[in-house]
């Protein structure tokens, strides 16, 4: 690993991005609310999760998409200065314009050579209303993508559960079913936690970095005592 002058360990950037669906049925049964909850209560497990791992230096930003996309958080925050500010929903469903704005963030420049696999974590509750396979072409035609530890976590009973797993694009990894407000704050918290662990770990960087290989995911997180849907 590189060293800083003076001999201390360098660091690496590992940015994590939330990409929020924001459309209108967000609105119903408290959706949104509930997702601003998670997150908003996660922010400091994510925040002591980073601050014991000094392999790595973990930027936050976080991506919409209703009619359009657009940036919630546009700029990489460092996690310890990370305020979660809470979205609110209406609209359609733009998810592959999403997905471009996000491609441009992980082209090189901005990224970087030496960054970490990023982790990119997409929840929604509705099915795309535009092309989402063009977005995703265009985000999976960028390297970074490619090498990224990507989640999905679906909201509701009525998430199409199929453009999640073709952006996951992995068949071993599931997409995450939140039906209630406890089970999204499980998933929540481990996709911001044991998720962000995962690709930051020494043992990743040289699985995941020395042979562009994927970061190995943790399993999710078993839910205990059943808790009755809500969505």
């Known amino acids: ?14 940015h994590f991005f939330w990409i929020c669906d924001c459309s209108g049925s967000m609105q119903t049964d408290g959706k949104v609310q509930a997702l601003n909850n998670a997150i908003k209560e996660t922010v400091p497990h994510m925040q002591k999760s980073a601050d014991e791992n000094p392999n790595a230096q973990v930027f936050v930003r976080v991506l919409t998409f209703s009619d359009g996309a657009q940036w919630h958080v546009p700029e990489p925050t460092p996690v310890e200065q990370f305020r979660w500010s809470d979205l609110s929903a209406g609209g359609m469903t733009d998810m592959g314009k999403a997905l471009v704005l996000l491609a441009q963030q992980l082209r090189i420049p901005p990224m970087t050579d030496r960054a970490l696999p990023p982790v990119l974590v997409l929840i929604s509750d509705g099915q795309p209303t535009d092309d989402f396979d063009a977005g995703l072409k265009t985000l999976m035609d960028v390297p970074w993508a490619k090498r990224a530890v990507r989640i999905a976590i679906a909201i509701g009973q009525d998430a199409d559960r199929g453009p999640l797993h073709n952006f996951i694009g992995n068949p071993e990894v599931p997409v995450l079913e939140a039906n209630n407000a406890e089970t999204l704050v499980n998933y ?23 042979s562009g290989g994927v970061v190995p995911i943790p399993a999710p997180p078993v839910t205990g005592t059943p808790v009755p849907d809500v969505w």
Not at 195 to 208: E, F, H
Request: aromatic fraction near 2%.
């Open 188 to 210: 929540i918290r481990w996709a911001s936690t044991a998720v962000l662990r995962a690709a930051s770990s020494p043992a990743s960087q040289s699985r995941g970095l020395a």
């Open 1 to 14: 690993m590189s060293k800083r002058p003076g001999g201390e360990l360098a660091s690496r950037p590992l």
